[in-house]
């Protein structure tokens, strides 16, 4: 009965491999140059993602992606945030 194929959960071991953790940015360096949100502002976006808002003054710009608004930042502002490692 068990050469013919059949196998069952309790019959097999799986060995499973978890893989590293990769680290992550810490995204505090960018707090300096957020504002918070308008009372008519999401905080969050659809994804629950953070938003990120820029807080230099007669700038409306926001999105959900630390790079991206790095980016922005070097950009617009001459302002170079490098990113932090957890």
């Avoid at 992550?24 to 629950?48: F, G, H, I, V, W």
């Amino acid at each position: 009965m068990g050469e013919s194929g059949d196998s069952t959960a309790s019959n097999d071991l799986v060995r499973r491999t978890s893989r590293p953790k990769k680290k992550r940015q810490n995204r505090y360096e960018l707090r300096p140059y957020t504002r918070k949100p308008a009372s008519y502002e999401p905080s969050r976006a659809p994804d629950n993602n953070v938003l990120f808002y820029c807080g230099q003054e007669g700038y409306n710009w926001v999105h959900q992606v630390a790079s991206n608004f790095r980016k922005h930042l070097k950009s617009k502002h001459d302002i170079d945030v490098k990113p932090t490692w957890s």
